[in-house]
């Protein structure tokens, strides 16, 4: 039983656009979400979150949208640069655990 | 160092054999929690302490795994009698706060279980 969903397992961005990756989830009860950031050969490290009293948080290049009602999140990097290159992964917490997302691998094009 | 460490980073086994899965959250940090990640997939929680009390278990797949933090520092993750289906990696990440719905966890490099 998938919480937390990512649909689309890889997108490729041309370098300098805008990448937007999705998420959806299932439990409204979920009131904090985090994007996570994965290279390969290393763990997760985080990147960004959004608690559920906001619909918007920027970080520089990095924001990350929030639609309780359709229970969506995305998260929009602009502009895009080849370091962005990895796995994306979003997650929520409930209770002691995490879960998280199956990924979105984005490749940006030089 | 400053991050999360685990060791070994890789690991072949044999089916059947017991392996011992090391971490080292970093210093201070009250929570740590065991991740497994398959091919393909997010990390999927297995255990979760808080300083050396194990206080969720749930995602454990079996009683094969087993997990300790004795001194409320550094974890040991065992699996018994391992199975082709043990494979993966397996992720620690530790936390500041003692809730998970409080903090970012940051996480170590993982250590990658080959089971033959």
């Known amino acids: 039983d998938q919480q937390v969903k990512q649909n689309s397992p890889s997108l490729s961005v041309q370098e300098g656009r805008i990448s937007i990756l999705n998420c959806d989830y299932t439990n409204s009860m979920f009131d904090y979400f985090l994007w996570y950031k994965k290279y390969p050969a290393e763990g997760p490290t985080f990147l960004i979150s959004i608690s559920s009293i906001k619909d918007k948080n920027e970080d520089g290049r990095f924001t990350v949208f929030l639609n309780k009602s359709a229970k969506h999140l995305s998260l929009h990097i602009v502009p895009s640069q080849p370091g962005d290159s990895a796995v994306y992964f979003c997650a929520a917490p409930s209770g002691n655990q995490f879960y998280f997302g199956t990924g979105t691998s984005l490749t940006v094009i030089p | 160092g400053a991050g999360v460490s685990q060791s070994p980073r890789y690991k072949v086994a044999k089916r059947g054999q017991d392996v011992a899965l090391r971490c080292d959250p970093i210093?201070?940090?009250?929570?740590l929690f065991w991740y497994q990640q398959a091919l393909g997939q997010g990390p999927e929680f297995l255990t979760y302490f808080q300083n050396e009390a194990q206080l969720d278990k749930s995602g454990l797949p079996s009683d094969r795994f087993f997990a300790e933090r004795p001194e409320g520092s550094v974890s040991t993750l065992k699996i018994q009698r391992t199975q082709q289906e043990d494979s993966a990696v397996y992720l620690c990440?530790?936390?500041?706060?003692?809730?998970?719905?409080?903090?970012?966890?940051?996480f170590g490099p993982g250590t990658r279980l080959t089971v033959l």
């Open positions: 210093s201070g940090h009250v929570s």
């Open positions: 990440a530790s936390s500041l706060e003692s809730s998970a719905s409080v903090s970012a966890q940051y």
